[in-house]
């Protein structure tokens, strides 16, 4: 039976202010045991962050719906300040691209090591899909954000 992710209690607060601290908190997630607090195992969300990082250098294939466009764009500097909220729910599409299949622990963590390096290295962007075209400071405040989101529902066993 599927948790409802956005009402799981015992998260991680996560802030990662950089990509190394993310890399960081990957080295530890895949050091030790972890406990899952989602529905998705670390392999499978090392993926799902490293697929969406992707695609925001080689485009999205999800379309959100025209409110939900709508209201990304007149809210656009609020939700680039706030923590992503848990549960929320991808159009089909977006499901289908950006849901994870079962995924090692170590795959996931190499592509997302992977999909970073490659952020921190093409200066291209393309728009978001909710929120438009965003600078690369912006992308990063999201994709830090994002990983904030998946990471939280990971707790590590190291002691």
Not at 11 to 28: H, I, P, T
Not at 65 to 91: E, S
Not at 100 to 128: K, M
Request: proline fraction near 8%.
């Amino acid at each position: 039976m599927a948790v409802n992710t956005a009402k799981v209690e015992g998260r991680r607060k996560l802030k990662f202010a950089s990509y190394e601290e993310l890399l960081a908190d990957v080295d530890r997630l895949t050091a030790a045991p972890v406990k899952t607090l989602g529905n998705w195992s670390p392999g499978q969300i090392f993926r799902h962050l490293a697929r969406a990082y992707n695609s925001s250098i080689d485009g999205f294939t999800v379309i959100f719906p025209l409110p939900m466009r709508v209201l990304g764009r007149l809210f656009r500097k609020k939700l680039l300040t706030m923590q992503m909220p848990a549960g929320i729910k991808l159009p089909a599409s977006g499901a289908k691209a950006l849901f994870p299949p079962e995924t090692s622990t170590e795959e996931g963590a190499a592509e997302l090591r992977d999909a970073i390096s490659r952020l921190q290295r093409e200066p291209a962007r393309v728009p978001h899909p909710a929120l438009g075209t965003l600078t690369r400071e912006e992308w990063d405040k999201v994709h830090l954000s994002h990983a904030n989101l998946h990471l939280s529902f990971l707790i590590p066993n190291d002691g």
